[in-house]
């Protein structure tokens, strides 16, 4: 079962949601924890163990083989990214604008653009007693976080049995990267905030999620200030509050520390157990 933890915007309290359920889940059974944030990733702040395995993840690009090239340009044609550019004497290939797709080297007449692995990260797995922790981090100047994202859910695919629950902490926003991260998730959890701004980017990621297929929950953090616009909002279109967060500053002192904050303050931990008892009681096909 794969359980996304995404948000319209940062800041809302997605990792620590991701790392206090994920600690409060593993208290019990086996749980992967996977932090696809690859452009920022901090769930590991907060998640210490044994470093289990660390692996260099690449992506292919095509590299220009100038003796075999007959200048013919319809790589430049064959590219929808405008990666690869035709200048009547040279080709030159933009590997941050490219996104692997193969075509201009499958197309190439004379073979002139092989492709080949250029690092853009690294995977690291940590182990805390029944928390497996997955952490991909993409390179300082890479610029797509999506291959990254796609072999970090091929990991989990390959190394964890089916039915272990996987928690994703996935990246902000409503574009590609979040949908990469979201679009083989079971269930998905929103986490927002109740202000204008986390109103607005609350509906923005639940049309996403909407356009996506895909079931969701609410789950509020720091509960108590703003408006009721939210509660408002997800009573009037069937949307389940599956827990609250509350606003307080023991807890925001606690997170500033770098330590999990469940076991330090009660309210939130019934909330983690509310939060457990849905995801539960899922019926997934
Ligand atoms: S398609 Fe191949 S042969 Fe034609 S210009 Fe591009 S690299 Fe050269
Ligand atoms: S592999 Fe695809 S995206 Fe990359 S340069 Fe070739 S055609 Fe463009």
């Given at each position: 079962m794969k359980i996304?933890?995404?948000?319209?915007?940062?800041?809302?309290?997605?990792t620590t949601l991701s790392t206090?359920?994920?600690?409060?889940?593993?208290?019990?059974?086996?749980?992967?924890?996977?932090?696809?944030?690859?452009e920022e990733p901090n769930s590991g702040l907060f998640i210490k163990g044994d470093a289990v395995k660390t692996e260099e993840k690449y992506k292919m690009i095509p590299q220009w083989n100038q003796d075999s090239c007959t200048l013919c340009g319809k790589c430049q044609q064959n590219c929808n990214f405008h990666a690869v550019i035709f200048l009547k004497t040279q080709v030159?290939?933009?590997?941050?604008?490219?996104h692997s797709c193969y075509a201009c080297s499958e197309l190439c007449p004379t073979g002139a653009l092989p492709m080949v692995a250029q690092r853009m990260g690294q995977l690291k797995q940590i182990k805390k007693e029944k928390?497996?922790?997955?952490?991909?981090?993409?390179?300082?100047?890479?610029?797509q976080a999506v291959p990254l994202i796609g072999q970090t859910l091929e990991y989990i695919d390959q190394n964890f049995p089916k039915e272990t629950i996987k928690l994703l902490d996935s990246p902000p926003g409503t574009s590609c990267p979040v949908?990469?991260?979201?679009?083989?998730?079971?269930f998905i959890i929103l986490v927002t905030e109740p202000t204008p701004f986390g109103m607005h980017d609350l509906r923005l990621a639940i049309e996403t999620m909407q356009s996506l297929?895909?079931?969701?929950?609410v789950v509020i953090n720091r509960d108590g200030i703003g408006t009721n616009d939210i509660d408002n909002y997800c009573t009037e279109n069937n949307i389940p509050i599956l827990a609250r967060i509350?606003?307080?500053?023991?807890?925001?002192?606690?997170?500033?520390k770098g330590e999990l904050t469940y076991k330090k303050f009660p309210a939130f931990e019934?909330?983690?157990?509310?939060?457990?008892?849905y995801i539960t009681n899922l019926k997934i096909s």
């Open positions: 996304a933890i995404a948000s319209g915007k940062g800041g809302t309290g997605k206090n359920l994920a600690a409060f889940f593993a208290e019990n059974e086996e749980l992967v924890l996977v932090d696809l944030d690859v030159l290939v933009f590997p941050e604008l490219c928390l497996n922790f997955i952490e991909s981090r993409l390179d300082i100047g890479q610029e949908i990469e991260a979201t679009k083989d998730a079971d297929n895909k079931e969701f929950g509350p606003n307080s500053k023991k807890l925001a002192e606690i997170y500033s019934n909330e983690l157990q509310k939060i457990k008892t």
